[in-house]
């Protein structure tokens, strides 16, 4: 049975081993990416790097359709944030929108 200074100094090995192998198949997956990239003319946009997460996100929100209208200004509220002036301490039920 290996000592455990023998095993450690293998680990060490394998680690390297690990180190370079992976360095190496990263390099030529880069390789063979570019390539494609080259080959179909692919943009950054196309590829979904353009546009911050976070941003895109933001700007696909489409707004909420109103459920209330005041009806002496035709001012609406979807039912969500805060509540109108002209709808507090109101029943909410008399605004519907139908």
């Not at 360095?23 to 063979?32: P, Q």
């Given at each position: 049975?290996?000592?455990?200074?023998?095993?450690t100094?293998?680990?060490?090995?394998?680690?390297?081993?690990?180190?370079?192998?992976?360095?190496?198949?990263?390099?030529e997956?880069i390789?063979?990416?570019?390539?494609?990239?080259?080959?179909?003319g692919?943009?950054?946009e196309?590829?979904?790097?353009?546009v911050?997460?976070?941003?895109?996100?933001?700007?696909?929100?489409?707004?909420?359709?109103?459920?209330?209208?005041?009806?002496?200004?035709?001012?609406?509220?979807?039912?969500?944030?805060?509540?109108?002036?002209?709808?507090?301490?109101?029943?909410?039920?008399?605004?519907?929108?139908?």
């Amino acid at each position: 049975m290996p000592s455990y200074k023998q095993l450690t100094s293998q680990l060490e090995k394998l680690e390297a081993e690990i180190a370079a192998a992976r360095e190496k198949e990263v390099a030529e997956a880069i390789a063979e990416i570019k390539a494609k990239i080259e080959e179909y003319g692919l943009t950054a946009e196309e590829l979904g790097f353009g546009v911050a997460r976070g941003k895109a996100a933001a700007a696909k929100k489409v707004p909420l359709p109103a459920k209330y209208r005041n009806p002496k200004t035709g001012e609406t509220w979807s039912g969500r944030g805060r509540t109108p002036a002209w709808l507090a301490d109101k029943n909410k039920d008399r605004f519907l929108i139908e």
